[in-house]
């Protein structure tokens, strides 16, 4: 089967730009995750989607951080405008019952 | 709120010899709990799971890890290292709080493979 795809790879934006990333989940995950990254550190959960219902977005900085996921397949993470605190790997993951699979992420650098 | 805590930022070993990298979690409910492993500039790779069968969980690349309720902890080991198991690795627990499964990964542990 397919992995977990996400574009793009790398991105370097300046700060109080915007950007957006792309996921496309295992066909058939139900739940769709990002996580964030930072360099150094394991993963955190930014918002969780459940088809395309969000259940849980306790972390995720709301005032620059947006993810929507139409239709319950793919997703867009977007943050604008960046912070320098922001340079991470964004990781996008699907599940079905205990099976996750991450994609390679999307490496970001905000200078 | 589930959690887990990597005993060791840094482990260093000497090829051949066996690998012990640490983690102890923190569950209100029976845990499912999963080690990655994450080589520079790759992707989180799965190398075993426990979900409440067998206490001792083998995983790929010769690695396994013992569930142990009394002492709540999921170390990980193998019995000899290889250069190519240099890499960071994570141990991590699956939070259903909200009816809905999250991981919860832990801080990671770098392991350093010497000739």
């Known amino acids: 089967e397919a992995g977990v795809a996400q574009s793009p790879r790398y991105k370097i934006i300046e700060k109080r730009q915007s950007v957006a990333f792309w996921c496309n989940p295992i066909?058939?995950?139900?739940?769709l995750y990002w996580y964030q990254q930072i360099l150094g550190q394991g993963p955190k959960l930014l918002i969780q989607?459940?088809?395309?219902?969000?259940?849980?977005d306790s972390q995720l900085p709301k005032d620059r951080f947006s993810a929507e996921r139409l239709k319950g397949v793919d997703s867009t993470l977007k943050i604008q405008p960046a912070k320098l605190e922001d340079s991470a790997v964004y990781l996008c993951?699907?599940?079905?019952?205990?099976?996750?699979?991450f994609g390679s992420g999307t490496r970001l650098t905000v200078v | 709120a589930q959690s887990v805590t990597q005993l060791d930022s840094h482990v260093s070993v000497s090829e051949g010899t066996p690998v012990l990298l640490r983690c102890n979690y923190s569950?209100?409910?029976?845990?499912?709990l999963f080690w990655y492993v994450q080589h520079p500039n790759k992707g989180l790779q799965l190398l075993l799971k426990y979900t409440s069968a067998a206490t001792l969980v083998k995983g790929i690349n010769g690695f396994e890890a013992e569930f142990k309720k009394s002492e709540t902890s999921f170390h990980l080991t193998k019995p000899s290292a290889h250069m190519s198991d240099a890499a960071e690795y994570f141990c991590?627990?699956?939070?259903?709080?909200?009816?809905?499964?999250?991981?919860?990964f832990g801080a990671g542990t770098r392991l350093a493979v010497h000739p």
């Open positions: 993951a699907s599940s079905q019952d205990y099976g996750y699979t």
């Open positions: 989607f459940q088809n395309n219902g969000v259940v849980d």
């Open positions: 066909s058939g995950h139900a739940t």
């Open positions: 991590v627990v699956s939070d259903p709080g909200g009816g809905y499964n999250k991981l919860i």
């Open positions: 569950s209100s409910y029976s845990p499912s």
